[in-house]
């Protein structure tokens, strides 16, 4: 059974930082895309923040280039994302995504496409406050 459980999530105000966390389960780590997406009230679900776990290469949505950085363990088969300077347009549930089959680096590269992605966590709530 495949899992990813996010946490981390929480209120802070703006100019503030949160690190959030995935844990995965499965067979769903090595030589993936795995992403961060994020979706407001009304608005659609977009990529924020991606990693090809073979390689380490990321990319990154503009409106938080310098501000998040996403990383992972393989060890504990947990991926990150720091988040720094955040301003109340950060506010969303913040997802993490996995691709459903391993070699698509492709997958990572930014505007990464929710539909491109067959694991999902359940979210966390991000709130930032100004």
């Known amino acids: 059974q495949v899992q990813l459980v996010e946490s981390g999530g929480g209120s802070v105000q703006a100019g503030g930082s949160l690190r959030l966390s995935c844990a995965v389960s499965?067979?769903?780590?090595?030589?993936?895309?795995m992403g961060w997406f994020r979706q407001a009230p009304g608005k659609e679900r977009e990529g924020v923040a991606g990693?090809?776990?073979?390689?380490?290469?990321?990319s990154y949505a503009d409106s938080v280039k310098g501000r998040f950085e996403v990383s992972h363990d393989n060890a504990k088969n947990t991926l990150y994302l720091q988040m720094n300077n955040l301003k109340p347009e950060d506010t969303a549930m913040y997802y993490c995504?996995?691709?459903?089959?391993?070699?698509?680096?492709?997958?990572?590269?930014?505007?990464?496409?929710?539909?491109?992605?067959?694991?999902w966590g359940q979210g966390t709530q991000v709130t930032v406050s100004s």
């Open positions: 990693i090809y776990t073979a390689d380490d290469s990321t």
């Open positions: 499965g067979d769903t780590y090595s030589r993936r895309c």
């Open positions: 995504a996995g691709d459903s089959l391993p070699g698509r680096w492709y997958r990572c590269s930014a505007p990464m496409e929710p539909v491109n992605f067959g694991y």
